[in-house]
Each structure stands twice: as C-alpha cells, then as structure tokens.
C-alpha cells in the first residue's frame, strides 16, 4: 500500500537551533517528493521536491531535503530555525504526470524564543 | 498570477442542507485537484480535472459528493445532504500538466466547512 508516514506529530525547537523533521514513504513505483508548509487558516506552500537526480534537494526559506532510497525517507532539515518558521509541515509522495498525492498526517512545528 | 481563490473561506451549516464552494484555479492551469483535510490529519484526494473533464474521482467521495468544471476554468464542489462528518477543510489546487508532467500544485486558502 502507498503511504507517508510522519513520526513526529509535534517538535519544539529554539530559535537559531537546527531542524529535522522526519517523513518515510512506502510507494511501489519511483516517488516523486514533496514536502509542504501550512500556516494557520492557510493552504499549503510548496518547500521543495524530488523528482530525480541529486539527492539532496534545495528549496525555499533555507530549507533542504534528502532522499534515501535505501531507506525509504525524505527527510527535511534547516541549520537554523526562525520563528516565522513555525507551521505545519507535510510530506507528500506522487508518481510522475499526476498531482494525486498522498500526505502525510504532518509534523506541527513550534519555535521558543 | 493571482494564485488559487476559494469561495467562502467558511461556511457553517445544519446537517441535511446543501452546499456548494467555488474554485477559481490559476487562469494558464489545466489541471484543478480537490481534496479534504481534516482536523489532524494531511489532505486527501478527492477528485481532479483536466480541462472539463472529470479524470477521477476516490472513494471517499460518496453519491452526496458531486463536482464539476463546465468550462475548464472554476470549479464547483457540492455536498448534498451535509452529514457532521463532511466538517472539514476543503482545498483546490491546480497545476499546469506540460509535455514534461507537472511540475507543481498551488492550493488555495480552502473552504472551512462545519455541519452542526
């Protein structure tokens, strides 16, 4: 069965500290990835994807991906948190020529002062 | 580009009424998505759109479900016969589908649906 799975339903970082949050896939055909940001009352802005090629991704706001085939994870990371970094993240995974994506149930971010 | 509007951002109603919410996707996108995000929980797929067509549609969209896209461009959702479990947040998306595959959804703010 195709699934995300998220692990972390809620993290607490400090300002300024490091950040990983953790998403693992199970997808019978190569995945496409994605990783969305949700504010409150919002939509979801897309941070970055992997389609193919290096696997390490650069996206928006500072934030990069890794994808590991091996062990079936995207997860999304920043060196150094800012409070208006505190949202909801989602990954999502996808085939290629569809939009039909399949989420994760998200990881709430929150960041301390 | 003005991005993905959904119309209305909220909407209350009493079990057993009808409604409907628009979505205007991004003017050059041919393609338009639905899904539903509840409380907790990642959207999920509903249906899609290429042009006017109705592509697919997933099993969580039951017979009170019905959208449409009559001209390729807004789309409408309506829900017949509102239940409390339909309260959630309804978000369209849409993408451009080019000789490349999609690159990109860009989802709208969704309609926030409770059913009191």
């Known amino acids: 069965a195709q699934s995300v799975t998220q692990p972390d339903i809620h993290i607490t970082v400090s300002e300024g500290a490091s950040l990983e949050l953790r998403c693992n896939y199970s997808?019978?055909?190569?995945?496409?990835l994605f990783w969305y940001v949700q504010s409150p009352g919002q939509g979801l802005q897309l941070l970055l994807k992997?389609?193919?090629?290096?696997?390490l991704v650069q996206g928006i706001k500072g934030f990069e991906a890794e994808f590991k085939r091996s062990q079936s994870s995207f997860n999304l990371r920043k060196p150094s948190v800012h409070w208006s970094d505190a949202a909801e993240y989602f990954c999502a995974v996808g085939a290629r020529g569809t939009d039909k994506l399949i989420f994760g149930t998200g990881t709430r971010l929150q960041v301390f002062p | 580009d003005t991005g993905v509007s959904q119309d209305p951002r909220h909407k209350i109603t009493k079990r057993g009424q009808n409604v409907t919410f628009r979505c205007d996707p991004i003017?050059?996108?041919?393609?338009l998505y639905w899904y539903r995000q509840t409380l907790g929980q990642g959207p999920e797929f509903l249906t899609y759109f290429q042009n006017e067509a109705q592509l697919e549609k997933s099993r969580l969209l039951s017979d009170r479900f019905s959208a449409e896209r009559p001209k390729g461009s807004f789309s409408t959702l309506e829900i017949q016969r509102t239940e409390q479990g339909d309260s959630a947040m309804y978000l369209c998306?849409?993408?451009?589908?080019?000789?490349?595959?999609?690159?990109?959804?860009?989802f709208g703010s969704g309609t926030q649906l409770s059913v009191l």
């Open positions: 003017s050059e996108h041919n393609r």
């Open positions: 992997y389609f193919s090629g290096d696997t």
């Open positions: 998306a849409s993408s451009f589908l080019g000789g490349t595959g999609v690159e990109k959804l860009f």
């Open positions: 997808y019978g055909a190569t995945p496409y």
